[in-house]
């Protein structure tokens, strides 16, 4: 089994709806993160929490909020979609930061119509 | 504040010839770690290699090797006798301690999309 699963894989959902994307990790790892992905743009960071009582914003967290309802689970949500969130959605897991390679999800591709 | 620069946007190649993709990183941190991520037509994210800022040896994999060179600040990569299933977009990150100010996140650069032709 992978170590970091994402459900749903893909999404489509239109302007205005909550959405919310689930992320789970066998690894144990205490550090979690959530990116995102566009096209020319790279991975950047929008949410990732230390532990369960440590979450902190990274550097494009508008429009966003997360939950870690556990050391293995960590929830990215969308209150109200627009379409310029449009993206490919990572999580990943680490142990320290750092020095530490981060595991990453699988992806989920969201279309937001 | 850390930076990565990948300069290359797109790289096309036939193959079995080599190829180097370029990183340029900037970061006031003495001690920092050098990342190279793959990311396949399929989507996933492939960690490739891991390097510290005192450990400027270059490193060789089969046919992938890596050159860390500080005084330049860059950490290129290059795949020699390139395949079709070398085809991807390859990301460079930064990232710096736990307990500096980037609180040991990785800076991504925004990759270089590799496509090796037949």
């Known amino acids: 089994d992978a170590d970091v699963t994402q459900t749903p894989r893909n999404r489509i959902t239109k302007t205005g709806k909550r959405i919310m994307l689930e992320c789970s990790q066998t690894?144990?790892?205490?550090?979690m993160y959530w990116y995102r992905q566009d096209p020319g743009l790279g991975l950047r960071l929008i949410y990732y929490?230390?532990?369960?009582?440590?979450?902190n914003k990274g550097e494009i967290s508008d429009g966003y909020s997360v939950s870690r309802q556990a050391q293995a689970k960590f929830s990215l949500s969308l209150e109200s979609a627009i379409p310029n969130q449009t993206a490919l959605y990572f999580c990943?897991?680490?142990?320290?930061?750092?020095?530490?390679?981060?595991?990453f999800g699988p992806g989920t591709r969201l279309t937001v119509t | 504040a850390q930076k990565v620069t990948q300069a290359q946007t797109e790289i096309s190649v036939v193959e079995k010839e080599d190829v180097t993709l370029d990183c340029v990183y900037e970061?006031?941190?003495?001690?920092?770690?050098l990342f190279w991520y793959k990311q396949p037509p399929s989507g996933e994210l492939v960690f490739l290699i891991r390097?510290?800022?005192?450990?400027?040896q270059n490193e060789i994999s089969g046919r992938y090797s890596w050159n860390f060179q500080k005084s330049t600040s860059s950490f290129n990569f290059t795949i020699t006798a390139s395949q079709v299933v070398d085809s991807a977009v390859y990301f460079c990150?930064?990232?710096?301690?736990?307990?500096?100010?980037?609180?040991?996140?990785?800076?991504f650069g925004k990759g270089t999309k590799l496509s090796v032709k037949p």
């Open positions: 990943a897991t680490s142990d320290v930061g750092g020095r530490d390679e981060q595991y």
């Open positions: 690894k144990g790892h205490d550090r």
């Open positions: 929490s230390f532990d369960v009582k440590d979450i």
């Open positions: 970061t006031r941190d003495t001690t920092y770690y």
């Open positions: 390097r510290n800022s005192f450990d400027e």
């Open positions: 990150a930064l990232s710096g301690t736990p307990y500096g100010g980037s609180q040991g996140n990785l800076i």
